[in-house]
């Protein structure tokens, strides 16, 4: 069956910050330009997950009264600490400068986005939500062409069902690709451009959150928490967050860095472990879990910026990668960064020339990730060294040293299990602490159940021969959903068993994979969880 065509001048694919922000910046400057955007989600804000503590200077520049649009940002940061956690205790230090909150706000970011989605379709923006982008499509010289959604109705044979539909081809001059981070279209992009040559590989973090009904004496509207220290030894980067929103609900989160070497730790249960702290179970007492869900994060900062423009289209957001790290934020960057490529095809459309990467260069994103830029690699030397090189970055040489730290590729870090020591955890008490799978349901995960796994290995083989002989299979531990499962046979044979059902698309396995076997594709349009307030 042939595909369907439509025809845009402008298509954006994701519907997260960065690309709404971008859609509503290019209806300001060109009413008449026709803008559309596809979100494989099931709605706008269903696969958004982020803690999160909300910088507004870019939504100030892009809609100066979102106060009085009812912009869902009501609760105002107004207790900041910072505390270091042994097996015991709590030592609250001194909050550095980057992670003070005043003028900030604790926001669920998926209405946030589902708010700029309404301010967008106001606008005349055209939102297709449960579109997956599966496919970049390529013009005769080269150029991108658009991109095109998946088929419908096939079956996990590979073969079309009764129910086939298949994909849409949405046509564009210009493309933004605003998946979030690691997207699977911009992967492909930075490949056969050569987007990443000269620069660092991206560095990342899985984040792991949950959204807790807390008892009212336990909750402190305003009042944001950050912990480093205990569970994580001082050679893993890492630590948690705890976000007193509105209504009696605090976002409990916990972020590892995906640098880690023990391939025994299992950044799931180290979340689990980090909420039974005698300071942190209390606030959590009395009350109940709602929601769960986690997501890989850009950490790569400055120097792992990848080439931003190709013929027909630019990376922006956390497609391209610039979270400023300290600061634990990037949906105000995330948005500077759609805001001016917007600005950049608004002007190419007129026909007169722009540079993307040049203009950005120029705003305050680039400065203010470039001061930043050796505070997170300065972390692989540990906690203590990572904590006084960041002292001396700040305070001493202000983010103006005259060198830059480089780092690797985080797959690379892995040990081999022989030389790593096991890591023995706690069985959940079902009160603070739970089993994976009990999770994976909070987060609404759905996936058609007769579809070819969006998880493949390239290498079918490895997955026994490299990564369970010499890493006791790492996936079954960093996956924080139960996507990979080792099974064995009668005779003690074993295999890999990819649970893809249960996939929240975080992105981790991705990433971390020893080999790169793991290949994260999109499953059909609509599939994967479905986060409420997150």
């Not at 790569?300 to 931003?308: C, E, H, K, R, V």
């Not at 922006?316 to 949906?331: D, H, M, W, Y």
Request: charged share 20%.
């Amino acid at each position: 069956m042939p595909r369907e065509r439509m025809e845009y001048e402008v298509l954006i694919v994701g519907a997260g910050p960065a690309g709404l922000a971008a859609a509503i910046r290019l209806k300001q400057l060109r009413p008449a330009t026709s803008v559309c955007i596809i979100e494989k989600g099931s709605e706008v804000g269903a696969h958004i997950l982020s803690g999160a503590v909300f910088e507004p200077r870019a939504l100030d520049e892009l809609l100066p009264d979102w106060r009085q649009r009812g912009a869902p940002l009501v609760t105002p940061a107004t207790d900041d600490r910072f505390v270091f956690l042994t097996r015991q205790r709590a030592w609250r230090l001194p909050t550095p400068p980057l992670m003070r909150n005043r003028g900030n706000y604790i926001v669920s970011l998926g209405n946030l986005c589902r708010w700029l989605a309404k301010e967008a379709e106001a606008t005349g923006v055209e939102i297709y939500a449960g579109f997956a982008g599966a496919e970049v499509m390529y013009a005769a010289d080269g150029r991108v062409a658009g991109v095109a959604t998946g088929a419908m109705g096939i079956g996990r044979d590979g073969q079309a069902t009764a129910a086939f539909q298949p994909g849409v081809e949405l046509h564009a001059k210009f493309t933004l690709f605003a998946e979030g981070c690691r997207g699977s279209l911009a992967k492909s992009l930075e490949s056969r451009f050569g987007l990443r040559a000269g620069c660092d590989p991206q560095s990342y973090g899985i984040g792991i959150k949950e959204l807790w009904e807390v008892a009212a004496d336990n909750h402190h509207p305003g009042r944001v928490v950050h912990t480093i220290g205990w569970p994580l030894d001082a050679r893993t980067y890492g630590g948690s967050f705890l976000y007193h929103l509105e209504n009696n609900q605090v976002a409990v989160g916990f972020v590892i860095g995906l640098d880690y070497a023990n391939p025994y730790l299992d950044p799931f249960e180290e979340f689990q472990r980090f909420k039974a702290h005698p300071a942190i179970r209390p606030t959590l007492a009395g009350g109940r879990r709602i929601a769960y869900g986690a997501r890989a994060l850009n950490e790569g900062g400055f120097q792992s910026i990848p080439a931003l423009s190709f013929p027909g289209g630019h990376l922006i957001g956390c497609a391209a990668g610039f979270l400023n790290v300290p600061k634990i934020k990037g949906s105000h960057t995330a948005m500077k960064s759609g805001m001016v490529a917007a600005e950049t095809v608004a002007r190419q459309l007129a026909g007169e020339p722009a540079d993307f990467r040049q203009t950005l260069a120029a705003s305050w994103v680039w400065a203010e990730l470039r001061a930043v830029r050796n505070i997170r690699p300065g972390f692989r030397w540990g906690l203590w060294a990572g904590l006084a090189h960041a002292a001396f970055d700040t305070y001493i040489v202000r983010g103006k040293a005259p060198w830059t730290l480089r780092q690797s590729a985080d797959h690379r870090a892995l040990k081999r299990a022989d030389t790593a020591q096991p890591i023995a955890y706690p069985k959940p008490d079902g009160v603070v602490s739970f089993d994976r799978l009990s999770s994976v349901y909070l987060s609404n995960v759905h996936h058609e159940e007769n579809q070819p796994a969006h998880l493949r290995l390239r290498r079918p083989a490895d997955a026994i021969a490299v990564n369970y002989a010499l890493y006791d299979s790492p996936e079954t531990r960093y996956c924080p959903a139960g996507v990979y499962e080792i099974v064995k046979n009668p005779a003690g044979v074993p295999r890999l068993q990819i649970n893809a059902a249960n996939c929240v698309h975080c992105k981790t396995c991705d990433i971390k994979d020893p080999t790169q076997n793991i290949d994260w594709t999109v499953p059909e349009g609509g599939g994967g969880p479905n986060y409420p307030n997150m």
